[in-house]
Every structure is written in C-alpha cells, then in structure tokens.
C-alpha cells in the first residue's frame, strides 16, 4: 500500500526491534525468548511484529485468547504458542487442534481438558498458573497440589509448563512485594516435583523482571512491552541504573511512530472558540492544522488542549476537544504549514519526540495503554 493514499499510518522500525531483543538477548541468555503478542501486539500489528520476532530469533509466542493464536497459525507459525488468557470449555478442542500451550488453574478444566483431549488421540500441553500475590488467575496451597496430583495422573494432558506473574515488580523501586512473590513460586516448584510433576517450561519473568532479577529467568522469560522498545515504567528504569552503576549502552528502542497527514490550515481571528464545548478560545489569530485523527483511532480524549504533536519538527499544541475522528494544533508559530504535511502523534520527527510516556502522563496513564489502544485497521509498514 502508497502511504500517499493514507490519512495516517504506523511505522515500525525493523532496526529497534533487532537491537531491543540483542539488549534483552544479553540479559537473559539461552532461556528460551517468548514473545508476548497480545493486544495486537501491543499496538504494533501482530502480523508485522510476528514477522519482526521471526527475523530476530524469538522462539515461541504467547497471546490472551484463541482467536488471537489462531491469527498466527493461519500465518503458518509452527513455533509453540501460549495461551495466557481462559478458553472456554467449548473451544478446548479448537486449541487442541490449532496445538496450543493451554493455561488451567482449576479441576474442571483440567478435567474436561482431559477427557477432550483423550476423544481427539491428543496430547494437551497445559500450563499450570500459580498464585503468588496478584491475585488475578491461579491457585495456591491446597488447591495447587490437588490440581499437580491430579495433572500428574492424566493420560492425556501434558505438564509443559509452570509459572506466575508479578503484581509489583516495575510500579515500584523497592522489590520486597517481588521478591515475596519469587519465594512463593519457588515454593510452588517444590510442591510440583514432591508429587511428581516436572515441568519443561518454568517462566515467572516479565520484562521488568527480565531487566532486573536473574532469580526469575526459569527456563523461559515472557517479553512483553521491553521488545517494542518502551521501558515498563520509569521505575523500571531507575531500579535498572542503580543495579549496573550507570545507563544502558545500546538499550531499548522504541519501535513504533504514529503519522497523520494535515487535511486543512485555517486562519481563525482571536476571541473566536476552538471545537466542541468551546473550550479552547484564541487570544490572538491563530492558525490551525486539522489532523484526520481522533479517540476512535486510540488518540485519547484526555489530551484535548493538552496534548501535542511534531510538525516540521516542532511541537504544535492541540487546541480543543479531541473530536472523534479529528483534532486541532496550533502551528501559529510554525511556518508554511500545508495540507497533506506529514505529522508526527507518537514518535520522533528531527530532533524532537513524543514518547508513549509523555502522552501517558498527559492522561494520567501508562505507555501500555496509550500503544494497545491504537486502531487496530490503521496501516502498519515495517521501515
């Protein structure tokens, strides 16, 4: 597809996500690299990215649901695939078939996992997910060993894997919470190979974890925001650069840029309000640039006569409401501004940057949700 044709479009840079799986390559080692593709790879377009990952050497993929996975296989992705989402009980044979890494943490769908799996002539691949303070998924104490018992008896259901997820490992610099939570995994494995269950894939490492604590590498390490460039908080980054005494050489970089071309410049007299509401109101002529981009396309509302964008690479301010569909910058200051000009919402432009981060603040939120919230149909090119 001609970008010239295109009112907006994302580009990934093939380089930065090289270089950001080489830097997370370093850290862990030869643990096996599980790309997490969910969420539309975060934004990014799973089908780029799926490509990007296969270039780079990722060895297998995890995604939230079925449909997610089989988007992949349909791809012809023949590398392991985790489910780290529920699947429902109707649709356990459908995962069978598209031979997925299947996560259970209670009996009934161990067991109809089991019985699914026997009437097929299947081997299912389960993933035992433990809890160990987050407190979403999984089981502890009790109700974990009677699950591993039962899993160690079954014909059919395969223990591939064990693992947990961290509930305050990069929101923080002070690891206690963490670190309490790698004691109980631990624990877990011990559980597991008192009553007989050996586990091939042993993953507790998200990429806070992956940047930060060798203890929870395992044998696998789930690569989740770190890939595409973006640090999972800064105080992930803080807690990284007092471990090794200085920044990173040749660290994380991000790999998405989000464009937009101008559609419209119009000069509008002072005293005169700016979009919806009229909460922006001109104190002097000022031009505006109209941007076919608004919160149906991931551009947060919460940014109206807060946000910015890069053009000619300068920062020109958002004036108004975001509408649904448009927003409107200030390039009073900006000269020779002219439709179909190209704009920068997210990345860099010169010199200048919009980092997912800065727009995060913006809204009061995280550089996760301002990526995954992206409009999955925008075109995504790989540069």
């Not at 018992?149 to 079954?154: H, M, T």
């Not at 909460?279 to 910015?308: F, K, M």
Request: charged share 25%; proline share 3%.
């Amino acid at each position: 597809m001609d970008k010239t044709g295109l009112n907006q479009w994302i580009e990934l840079d093939a380089t930065a996500y090289r270089n950001n799986i080489a830097f997370l390559r370093r850290h862990v080692g030869t643990v096996e690299l599980c790309a997490v593709v969910k969420a539309n790879a975060y934004g990014h377009g799973v089908l780029p990215i799926l490509h990007l990952a296969q270039e780079a050497g990722v060895d297998s993929y995890a995604v939230h649901s079925i449909d997610e996975a089989a988007v992949l296989r349909k791809q012809g992705l023949d590398k392991d695939i985790l489910l780290l989402g529920y699947t429902p009980n109707s649709r356990l044979g459908e995962a069978l078939e598209l031979d997925l890494g299947i996560l259970v943490y209670d009996q009934q769908t161990l067991s109809i996992l089991d019985e699914t799996a026997s009437r097929m002539g299947k081997k299912a691949r389960v993933h035992v997910k433990v809890e160990t303070g987050t407190h979403r998924q999984g089981l502890e104490g009790g109700a974990l060993e009677d699950l591993l018992r039962r899993l160690a008896a079954s014909q059919s259901c395969v223990p591939e894997g064990i693992y947990t997820h961290f509930a305050n490992i990069e929101d923080t610099t002070r690891h206690e919470y963490a670190l309490g939570q790698m004691d109980a995994f631990e624990a877990a494995l011990k559980t597991a190979r008192r009553v007989g269950v050996d586990f091939r894939k042993v993953h507790s490492a998200c990429s806070a974890a992956a940047l930060l604590f060798p203890r929870t590498y395992g044998t696998m390490v789930r690569l989740g925001i770190a890939q595409y460039g973006l640090w999972p908080s800064k105080q992930t980054y803080l807690s990284y650069v007092l471990k090794h005494g200085k920044e990173p050489a040749d660290g994380l970089r991000p790999v998405m840029t989000w464009k937009c071309r101008v559609s419209q410049v119009k000069t509008v007299p002072a005293g005169r309000h700016v979009g919806y509401g009229g909460t922006y109101l001109t104190t002097r002529e000022t031009r505006l640039a109209i941007l076919p981009v608004g919160y149906s396309d991931g551009y947060d509302r919460g940014l109206s006569n807060l946000g910015y964008v890069l053009v000619k690479g300068r920062r020109a301010q958002v004036r108004g409401r975001v509408c649904m569909n448009l927003i409107m910058v200030d390039v009073t200051d900006i000269p020779d501004v002219r439709v179909e000009d190209e704009v920068v919402l997210l990345g860099r432009q010169g010199d200048a940057e919009i980092a997912a981060e800065d727009l995060a603040d913006l809204i009061g939120s995280i550089n996760y949700e301002v990526v995954a919230r992206i409009r999955e149909s925008i075109p995504r090119f790989v540069v």
